[in-house]
């Protein structure tokens, strides 16, 4: 079946330091590619997406490209900031009639030192 | 502000009690979601709805059970045969039966059996 793994946590960085947290999925189709963000004390919400291969998703300075030959989704900052401080979830969707279809990775938690 | 509303946020309960969790959204969407979230582990998907007055099991239905009697509103009851109900539990809702892979969540509901 389908699944996503990612980089298990917690990664803790300083502020302004690069920012990538690995995503590896199998799937049987061409799936579309999701990360949501998880704020302490809130529910989830999208970050960004991808919905086939090569293409990039972005939102707030974080980008994620859909790479087919290796079956990743890298999520990547540049420089990251405290407000950044949450849990970020890798996920798929290969089946378009519904979307509790989707596949969610463990979750990775981000910590931000000032 | 359009959004979901869980309550309670937190909750206690004892061994064989049932409890209830409320899920109202203003949205206007036609899909609703429980998921159940674990330390290090990814949501899991315990019922969905895609249209009132109809609901499918997901992944982890046993010992839940749903209702959805008004598209705004999807309560999760947790009953005695749950076994292992502590735990973070998210609703979600999209807007239709097309799979854009984006969910809307509610901030959560934490449930403590003692």
């Known amino acids: 079946g389908d699944s996503v793994t990612q980089m298990e946590g917690p990664v803790t960085l300083s502020e302004e330091a690069f920012l990538t947290i690995n995503c590896t999925y199998t799937a049987t189709g061409y799936p579309s590619l999701f990360w949501y963000v998880q704020y302490p004390g809130e529910g989830l919400q999208l970050l960004l997406k991808?919905?086939?291969?090569?293409d990039k998703g972005s939102n707030k300075g974080f980008e994620a490209t859909y790479r087919k030959e290796t079956t990743s989704f890298h999520l990547e900052k540049g420089s990251v900031q405290v407000s950044d401080s949450a849990v970020y979830f890798c996920?798929?969707?290969?089946?378009?009639?519904?979307?509790?279809?989707?596949?969610f990775g463990s979750g990775t938690r981000l910590s931000i030192r000032p | 502000d359009g959004g979901i509303t869980q309550s309670p946020k937190y909750l206690f309960r004892k061994e064989g009690q049932n409890v209830t969790l409320s899920c109202e959204q203003n949205l206007n969407h036609d899909a609703m979601y429980w998921y159940r979230q674990d330390p290090g582990q990814g949501l899991r998907l315990i019922y969905y709805?895609?249209?009132?007055?109809?609901?499918q099991k997901g992944d982890i239905a046993e010992g839940y059970s749903v209702s959805r009697e008004k598209k705004e509103s999807f309560p999760l009851t947790v009953t005695s045969a749950q076994k292992n109900p502590t735990a973070f539990y998210l609703c979600?809702?999209?807007?239709?039966?097309?799979?854009?892979?984006?969910?809307?969540f509610g901030e959560g509901s934490r449930l403590t059996v003692l």
């Open positions: 996920a798929l969707s290969d089946d378009h009639s519904s979307a509790s279809k989707i596949i």
């Open positions: 991808a919905t086939k291969a090569d």
């Open positions: 709805s895609q249209i009132v007055n109809d609901f």
């Open positions: 979600a809702s999209s807007i239709g039966p097309v799979n854009t892979g984006e969910l809307f």
